[in-house]
């Protein structure tokens, strides 16, 4: 087999699996694509093919999504991180550009903030995880919705089940309602505060957001650039929602990604 000619390897760690989707032509330089909820190594491929002269690329099925089957039930993103850490640790050999969105991202985070020497670079894309500001509208309607299916919960003894099958129907959101047995993680992960992680980050850092994401909305990028500091850079993409790599985003985030890492090498 050449090189890059592409396979497909799975690692087993602490009960769950990883697969990894491996190509390119480099064998010391390596890109790692998280994916998103939902998603899997088809993702992000139109961004990883643009990379595959250049460097080593894995595209990832993190546990629970596409054909890597799901993780223990207790699992987060501290979690799936040790996961991926174990894998690139004992199974790549070279410097690492990381690259994560979304709920990817957050797991990118979490290991760029234990500074292993084998991740050089950091690129989030659309990433959460970082509380609403106190007052925000969007803070206070999850804590009147909370607090509501906390009632109906709470009055299932009195009403039975209806209560809070109509809280999910009319409040859950898309992801909620599709997880299935990743239910218990979501939930979990959506709760998580990765503040103290991104305030760890040592390596340069690349945030690429599109200015018409809603889900992720560009003032995370503003907010985790000063929480990583100097070697942080925002990049933002006019008229690209949170699925910014879809159509000519990939496009374009490539073109962002490949300016950034060459200026990194120049540094």
């Known amino acids: 087999m050449a090189s890059g000619a592409p396979h497909v390897a799975r690692f087993d760690h602490n009960g769950a699996?990883?697969?990894?989707?491996?190509?390119?032509?480099a064998?010391?330089?390596h890109i790692v694509f998280l994916h998103g909820w939902g998603g899997n190594r088809e993702s992000l491929r139109g961004i990883a093919t643009l990379f595959q002269?250049?460097?080593r690329v894995h595209l990832l099925d993190l546990p629970g999504f596409g054909e890597a089957p799901p993780p223990p039930e207790s699992w987060g993103t501290v979690e799936y991180a040790d996961l991926v850490q174990q894998y690139l640790l004992e199974q790549v050999r070279g410097t690492v550009v990381l690259v994560g969105h979304s709920f990817?991202?957050?797991?990118?985070?979490?290991?760029?903030s234990r500074r292993l020497t084998q991740i050089r670079d950091l690129v989030l894309l659309g990433v959460p995880g970082l509380p609403q500001p106190a007052l925000s509208k969007v803070r206070l309607r999850r804590w009147g919705i909370r607090a509501l299916r906390k009632g109906l919960i709470a009055l299932k003894p009195l009403v039975g089940e209806g209560g809070v099958r109509w809280h999910t129907a009319r409040f859950g959101s898309k992801d909620y309602q599709a997880a299935g047995a990743l239910r218990s993680i979501l939930v979990q992960t959506v709760n998580e505060d990765l503040t103290e992680s991104a305030k760890l980050i040592a390596c340069p850092a690349l945030l690429v957001w599109g200015t018409d994401d809603t889900d992720t909305p560009p003032w995370l990028a503003a907010r985790y650039a000063s929480l990583i500091g100097a070697k942080a850079t925002v990049s933002l993409l006019p008229h690209k929602d949170h699925h910014?790599?879809?159509?000519?985003?990939a496009h374009l985030v490539g073109q962002q990604m490949r300016t950034w890492l060459k200026a990194q090498a120049n540094d």
């Open 17 to 25: 699996t990883l697969v990894d989707e491996i190509s390119g032509d």
């Open 27 to 29: 064998v010391s330089r």
């Open 53 to 55: 002269h250049t460097h």
């Open 104 to 112: 990817g991202g957050r797991v990118s985070v979490r290991l760029a």
């Open 244 to 249: 910014l790599y879809t159509g000519t985003g």
